[in-house]
T-cell receptor
């Protein structure tokens, strides 16, 4: 059974700092890995999707990497801003089961 | 221009009642999903429909019954509500069954008293 773990569970940083969020998964048989953002009381917003054949994806100040063989992904946020404060969720699409399995998220607070 | 919408946003009800949550997407997607996010914020899939056909049915009590009248709608009906059903329920859609990005609705916060 696929398990997705995110570390740390919570992170508080000053504005302007670069930061890394970590995600690990137990079964490397995946189609892709996705990073989402969830704001309090809101739904999820897709940030980046990395196909299993890819090593990284970039969007603005965000860069996500994928090492499928070791079951790890990182989300790098450059020059963090207070508006980046949210919960960041990692999810993998399994080749067996046809579903997204989510981690429990990292709650990020960027202080002005 | 709401892509995935859910109604109601909040639902407070008594134990034992039956309630429904509606979901609509105007993206032309083939696949729709229901997720449950519990008090610990853990998000878990419940159901998946592709072109009105059930694809995924996780180990969810049979008090939960999804209904898809057409490709753009996936409603969730819950019978005999229990305290443990209190959670936020998210609807989502994606272009196809497999590996596309999913678009989430704003969620329905269900509180069972």
């Amino acid at each position: 059974k696929q398990e997705v773990t995110q570390i740390p569970a919570a992170l508080s940083v000053p504005e302007g700092e670069n930061l890394v969020l970590n995600c690990s998964f137990t079964d490397s048989a995946i189609y892709n890995l996705q990073w989402f953002r969830q704001d309090p009381g809101k739904g999820l917003t897709s940030l980046l999707l990395i196909q299993s054949s890819q090593r990284e994806q970039t969007s603005g100040r965000l860069n996500a990497s994928l090492d499928k063989s070791s079951g790890r992904s990182t989300l790098y946020i450059a020059a963090s801003q207070p508006g980046d404060s949210a919960t960041y969720l990692c999810a993998v699409w399994e080749t067996s089961g046809s579903r997204l399995t989510f981690g429990e998220g990292t709650q990020l607070t960027v202080n002005p | 221009d709401t892509a995935v919408s859910q109604t109601p946003k909040y639902l407070v009800t008594q134990m034992g009642n039956d309630k429904s949550i509606k979901c609509e997407q105007n993206l032309g997607h083939d696949t729709m999903y229901w997720y449950k996010q519990d008090s610990k914020k853990f998000l878990k899939i419940m159901f998946s429909y592709n072109n009105k056909e059930l694809i995924i049915n996780e180990t969810v009590p049979n008090r939960f019954s999804p209904k898809s009248p057409d490709k753009a709608h996936l409603n969730l009906h819950i019978n005999s509500l229990e305290l443990g059903d209190s959670a936020v329920y998210f609807c989502a859609s994606s272009p196809r069954t497999s590996t596309d990005t999913q678009y989430f609705g704003p969620g329905t916060r269900l509180t069972v008293l």
